[in-house]
Structure formats: structure tokens, C-alpha cells
């Protein structure tokens, strides 16, 4: 994007509607507003604040302990899970051997 589109003064064109000028006008405005968000977003990529680092490094270690405590709680449900299901064929087999000692002694 050239300068020359951000600086042209609009108004000084006869052969532009209302409409048209407004338009023109906005799109202007638009266009200096994001060349100024641009040198930001620049210089804040070019040098890293410490503060910004020292703030994504708490963020940082809260999210692995976070996905530390997810991962225990996901194994105690597989382990819980799993439990039950052993007492589940045990209670089977108990029902089981109980069922052909009925038969045997009757």
C-alpha cells in the first residue's frame, strides 16, 4: 500500500457522488488505522516485553499442571472402570459356581 492513497484528499474531486466521497473517505480512514496497527503489531514482535515473557511462562506452567491433574483424572477413571468390571465377572463367576453347585446337589 502506498502513503499516497493514505494522504489524497478527497473532497477536492468534483466528479464523485456524496456517496461515493463518504465511501472513499472511510476506506481512508480504515487504511491509516491499520497501517498504525501494523507498526505496532510489529514493534511488539520485534522485542518481547520481559513482563509479557514472564506472564506467558506462569500461563505456561498453570497449563501443564492443569493437564497434569486431566491426565491423573482420566487414569482414575480407567482404573475405577476397570475395577468394576472385575467385580462385575467375579460376581458372574460366584453366580456361576453357585448355579451348577444348586444343580449338582439337586
Same mark, same amino acid.
Given at each position: 500500500?502506498?502513503?499516497e492513497c493514505l494522504t489524497v484528499d478527497y473532497t477536492q474531486?468534483?466528479?464523485?457522488?456524496?456517496?461515493?466521497?463518504? *465511501?472513499?473517505?472511510?476506506? !481512508?480512514?480504515?487504511?491509516?488505522?491499520?497501517?498504525?496497527?501494523?507498526?505496532? *503489531?510489529?514493534?511488539?514482535?520485534?522485542?518481547?516485553?520481559?513482563?509479557?515473557?514472564?506472564?506467558?511462562?506462569?500461563?505456561?506452567?498453570? *497449563?501443564?499442571?492443569?493437564?497434569?491433574?486431566?491426565?491423573?483424572?482420566?487414569?482414575?477413571?480407567?482404573?475405577?472402570?476397570?475395577?468394576?468390571?472385575?467385580?462385575?465377572?467375579?460376581?458372574?463367576?460366584?453366580?456361576?459356581? !453357585?448355579?451348577?453347585?444348586?444343580?449338582?446337589?439337586?
Open positions: 500500500m502506498t502513503s474531486t468534483s466528479q464523485l457522488t456524496d456517496l461515493e466521497l463518504k *465511501i472513499l473517505q472511510q476506506y !481512508q480512514n480504515l487504511a491509516k488505522r491499520l497501517k498504525y496497527l501494523s507498526q505496532i *503489531i510489529a514493534k511488539l514482535t520485534s522485542s518481547p516485553s520481559p513482563q509479557l515473557l514472564e506472564d506467558l511462562r506462569v500461563i505456561e506452567s498453570k *497449563i501443564a499442571l492443569v493437564f497434569t491433574l486431566f491426565k491423573a483424572a482420566v487414569y482414575s477413571l480407567f482404573l475405577q472402570q476397570e475395577s468394576v468390571e472385575n467385580q462385575q465377572q467375579e460376581q458372574d463367576q460366584n453366580e456361576g459356581i !453357585q448355579e451348577s453347585t444348586q444343580s449338582f446337589l439337586t
